[in-house]
């Protein structure tokens, strides 16, 4: 591949030729693209040229098509980019041929070092334009792209959904539920954090009252393994009389399966769990209680197509000191991307308590150990 710009700062047009028989020149590009000279030119035995401006991302997959965008990031093998015309898409690393980027990222390598600045990416090499000059790396080394690097805010992106349910007739019935997520990542550390709120009556009376916080660091040691320093879930519900609910822990995970389009992950540990009822009359082992857990988590994530997700997790927190105390969380999520900031999601949440604490009201029926939601929104994604 032969580049030619008219100067060194990355100028706002530039033309590449792609050399179909001549995979050694790629390396070249744009790092001495000034330099480039007709002996090249005559080395180029098929070509066809492309002109793109600067403000733009381009990817070449291994059909031969370029795909003009941005680059949201890569990570797990799996490629994300956006298009105005695709939408967004998700690709198999292993079926990108090359990527030419005129904006900053953070590329990030097995051995958790970094490189940022503007890249360009061949068949088998990474050349990074950064502030002390261009440097080369293997392709396979390359773990990750996380889009910006210059401020912090390039980091976080959130999403935010809204969801109503309206019964009229034979009963009234009205419930709302919010959905809020912000998620930071970095080329080392990621997190995640989810707050989620039901209300609901019937008839006039409030039968639904709860709310869900949780929090996830991590930190990548490896393509494979995973520190979580911090990670917990808080919780209040009247209707299951938990005032409050705390479940802070800490441990390591693992990638179990990290392949293109499927990810599954394990996490273990220990935990402290600070347990507060609204009311305890007729709770004879103490008010609030502390205990200590063990947790289980599972997290996979499926990408069907470029525009649905599917995300499943499974929280067991085992609590070793009081067993009667030890809760679950299943959760669900089909995301369906609508526009580039709107998506349709679908949501199932399962909650079990093995022994719930009794209902202040003795005449009220016995608090059930399973709570089961199913949730239609609409979502705003920013960042």
């Known amino acids: 591949m032969v580049a030619r710009t008219p100067d ?177 990542e970095d080329r080392a550390t990621l997190l995640n954090l989810n707050y989620g709120s039901s209300f609901g009556r019937t008839d006039g009376d409030q039968n639904v009252n709860r709310h869900i916080g949780e929090a996830l660091f991590q930190v990548f040691l490896s393509k494979r393994w995973f520190v979580a320093p911090a990670f917990g879930q808080l919780l209040n519900d009247r209707f299951q009389n938990i005032k409050f609910r705390a479940t802070p822990g800490t441990g390591a995970g693992v990638h179990i399966i990290d392949v293109p389009n499927v990810k599954w992950d394990f996490l273990t540990g220990v935990g402290y769990q600070y347990l507060n009822y609204l009311d305890a009359t007729q709770f004879t082992d103490g008010n609030p209680q502390n205990d200590a857990f063990i947790p289980f988590y599972t997290y996979a994530d499926f990408n069907i197509t470029g525009d649905i997700e599917l995300t499943a997790s499974w929280l067991t927190n085992l609590v070793v000191t009081t067993i009667g105390n030890t809760n679950h969380t299943g959760k669900a999520d089909l995301s369906i991307e609508l526009t580039f900031v709107l998506d349709l999601d679908i949501s199932f949440l399962y909650l079990r308590t093995e022994q719930p604490a009794p209902s202040p009201d003795p005449a009220a029926p016995p608090v059930q150990k399973n709570d089961y939601q199913l949730v239609v929104s609409i979502s705003l994604e920013l960042g």
């Not at 401006?53 to 941005?70: A, H, I, Q, R």
């Open 8 to 184: 060194k700062s990355w100028g706002v047009t530039r033309t590449v030729a792609i050399a179909m028989s001549m995979v050694a020149l790629l390396p070249q590009l744009h790092v001495a693209a000034q330099e480039v000279g007709a002996d090249d030119d005559e080395r180029v035995v098929e070509t066809a040229t492309i002109e793109f401006g600067d403000t733009f991302d381009w990817v070449l997959v291994v059909s031969g098509e370029w795909l003009k965008g941005e680059l949201k990031g890569m990570r797990d093998d799996k490629l994300v980019f956006e298009s105005d015309k695709f939408d967004t898409q998700d690709i198999d690393f292993s079926d990108v041929t090359e990527i030419h980027s005129p904006h900053v990222y953070t590329y990030v390598f097995e051995d958790q070092t970094s490189a940022l600045g503007r890249g360009v990416i061949t068949a088998d090499k990474l050349i990074v334009q950064t502030d002390e000059g261009t440097k080369t790396f293997d392709r396979s080394e390359l773990q990750a792209i996380v889009p910006g690097g210059e401020r912090e805010k390039e980091w976080w992106s959130m999403k935010l959904g809204f969801g109503l349910t309206f019964n009229r007739g034979n009963n009234d019935q009205l419930t709302y539920n919010l959905a809020f997520n912000v998620h930071r």
